[in-house]
């Protein structure tokens, strides 16, 4: 009976480590060869036991033990996932485009499976930004012979990864959208040379469609343009031709030097340098795709957004774009909240890398694999105002009248704090010592007045409110205030929606605003879906016309700086803006006040 019992109890742990196993292939994405082989080590392991291991000695079935799970091990490492590039279009797809010329040459792209809408991935334009060209303004893109099969989409720029395991656990617990499958078990590729865009389109011939251009967010450290929530395919459907790009991130795209200065009197903006470029690009290039270059709509999210704005007042981007699409950031405060510094800050921080690295000059800098650097993540992440993309700051720009856009969409998420504060929220204990370490004295005793908290409840849900205040929609508070200042019509959003995945946290939005939730997905219902439609709507007359407004939609009024949004929640509809006491303390603050 104690045999029978101790049988069944070895059964049990037996199968809860082979599940432990096969979860860990699932979520690391090894290849097919790893399961194959597992599933022959487990077999092999409970035929050993049945056979052998049960009468065994101790130190016999302690060695079985140890050979088993180093056979494991040893799989792990025969399966690890390789490096592939990303398809242009998921799964079947319709086949080749036909041959577009551009200025560098001939390239094709691929077919939607249903022949709808043609994707050009990974054209070049710019040269590989390596070598001596590191830290350099982006070069003209050099042609290519034959033909291009724009088929598969560039590597990110340069960035730490993460484990394949993280990024599913990722998956699971912050996006509740992870989906088994054998058809993803490969990684995406990473590289300094990644100066490649994107574009979608609707299928055939076709002349003077709006475009849109689109800079991914990630911190200006991470990020990637094929994320599925940001698409160009559900717009391209609907006569919009989508262009997005990578562009140089972290270290190699806001690293900030003297001795760069010299050499072309700019350093520190890499990065929004490969986004001027690529606009350049779409205004040369676009209309052999269909597309009309004086109808060109800039958009971004979180740190693409504060790219867009900062932009918005570049002289180098003048004429590039019409109107400007900011979701979840800007840098237009007068003391911008993050992504974003002054030049002798920059070049401080330039100058400790050097030292960090015993590097003399930028050459020896260069000479570093990009592999040494990347991790360079919270030193140069940074726009900077170097004089030359951004003669004085954004505020001041609007300040003086100096700005590129005609008219602006803009907004901000109800719980835009939620992903950054998640494991540092606040309780009654150290709800204060967070708020006097954010506001100076008086400002500190202030917000504590505005937000009292008597239970832990109130106090994280304060510190929530005051974060994403004070991080994200503070700046989009003052980018509005300088659009009626200059005369600018400006539509202003509050995303709330709750749904299944992320919800109304910071980037929730763009899966509807985009029109990418998909149809088989149980994470949003009937009401995700027709929030979705009425957004996109909004959207596309935006894009197309500068006013959001059309047949069938709630009215959405530009600004008149009577602190009202379009809240686009359960229902569509103006209500007041959030934050607006909260807002007057940091004009205080920053000696911004408007009376």
């Not at 299928?203 to 709006?210: F, H, V």
């Not at 800079?215 to 599925?228: C, D, E």
């Not at 109107?323 to 070049?347: K, M, Y």
């Not at 200059?486 to 929730?508: D, E, T």
Request: contains cysteine; aromatic residues 12%.
């Amino acid at each position: 009976m104690k045999n029978g019992k101790k049988s069944v109890g070895w059964w049990i742990v037996f199968a809860l480590i082979a599940l432990i196993m096969l979860a860990v292939l699932e979520l690391g994405k090894h290849t097919i060869l790893g399961w194959a082989l597992t599933l022959i080590v487990l077999a092999g392991f409970a035929y050993l036991n049945r056979k052998k291991l049960r009468t065994a000695r101790r130190l016999v079935r302690f060695g079985a033990w140890c050979a088993f799970f180093g056979l494991f091990a040893g799989i792990l490492w025969v399966s690890w996932p390789p490096v592939r590039a990303v398809p242009a279009v998921a799964g079947r797809n319709g086949g080749a485009t036909a041959i577009v010329r551009v200025a560098q040459g001939d390239l094709t792209g691929v077919k939607t499976a249903d022949g709808r809408v043609e994707v050009f991935a990974g054209v070049p334009y710019a040269k590989p930004p390596v070598g001596d060209l590191r830290w350099q303004p982006p070069r003209q893109a050099e042609p290519w012979q034959g033909v291009l099969a724009a088929d598969h989409f560039a590597p990110m720029s340069m960035q730490t990864t993460n484990l394949p395991i993280y990024d599913s656990l990722v998956r699971i617990i912050g996006y509740h959208d992870y989906a088994v499958s054998l058809n993803d078990n490969y990684r995406t590729p990473v590289s300094e040379d990644s100066l490649y865009l994107n574009i979608w389109k609707p299928a055939g011939e076709a002349e003077k469609l709006p475009v849109l251009v689109y800079i991914h967010g990630g911190s200006l450290q991470t990020g990637q343009p094929w994320y599925g929530d940001y698409s160009g395919e559900s717009l391209a459907r609907d006569g919009v031709i989508v262009v997005n790009m990578g562009y140089r991130l972290g270290i190699f795209g806001f690293f900030a030097d003297e001795e760069l200065m010299a050499e072309d009197g700019t350093t520190g903006n890499y990065g929004l340098l490969d986004q001027i470029a690529a606009l350049t690009w779409v205004r040369e290039n676009i209309a052999a795709f269909g597309g009309d270059p004086d109808n060109v709509t800039l958009a971004g999210e979180s740190a693409g957004s504060a790219c867009v704005t900062a932009l918005c007042t570049s002289p180098l981007a003048k004429g590039l774009f019409r109107r400007a699409v900011g979701e979840s950031s800007t840098v237009t405060a007068a003391q911008p909240a993050h992504s974003f510094r002054l030049l002798d800050d920059a070049l401080a921080a330039g100058q400790k890398t050097k030292e960090k690295y015993r590097a003399a000059t930028v050459a020896d800098l260069r000479a570093l694999p990009a592999e040494t650097i990347v991790g360079e993540l919270s030193a140069h992440h940074h726009i900077t105002v170097d004089g030359y993309v951004l003669p004085q700051t954004p505020h001041d720009a609007y300040a003086a009248g100096a700005h590129n856009e005609e008219a602006q969409l803009h907004g901000f998420n109800r719980e835009e704090s939620a992903p950054f504060i998640l494991f540092s929220q606040a309780n009654l204990k150290n709800y204060e010592s967070k708020v006097r370490a954010a506001f100076p004295g008086e400002y500190a005793d202030r917000v504590l007045a505005l937000y009292p908290a008597g239970t832990d409840t109130e106090a994280r849900r304060n510190w929530a409110d005051i974060y994403s205040a004070v991080l994200f929609t503070y700046g989009h508070y003052c980018w509005e205030r300088q659009a009626l200042e200059n005369g600018i019509p400006s539509y202003v959003y509050h995303f709330q929606k709750n749904n299944g995945r992320l919800g109304a946290w910071h980037s929730g939005e763009e899966v509807y605003l985009y029109g990418n939730i998909p149809a088989d997905s149980s994470l949003y219902d009937a009401g995700d879906r027709e929030l979705s439609r009425v957004m996109k709507q909004y959207y596309l007359n935006f894009i197309r016309t500068g006013d959001p407004n059309g047949e069938g939609l709630p009215a959405w009024p530009a600004s008149t700086g009577e602190n009202q949004v379009l809240s686009l929640g359960e229902d569509v509809a103006m209500t007041p803006a959030p934050y607006r006491a909260l807002y007057e303390i940091l004009d205080d603050m920053y000696n911004t006040r408007q009376d």
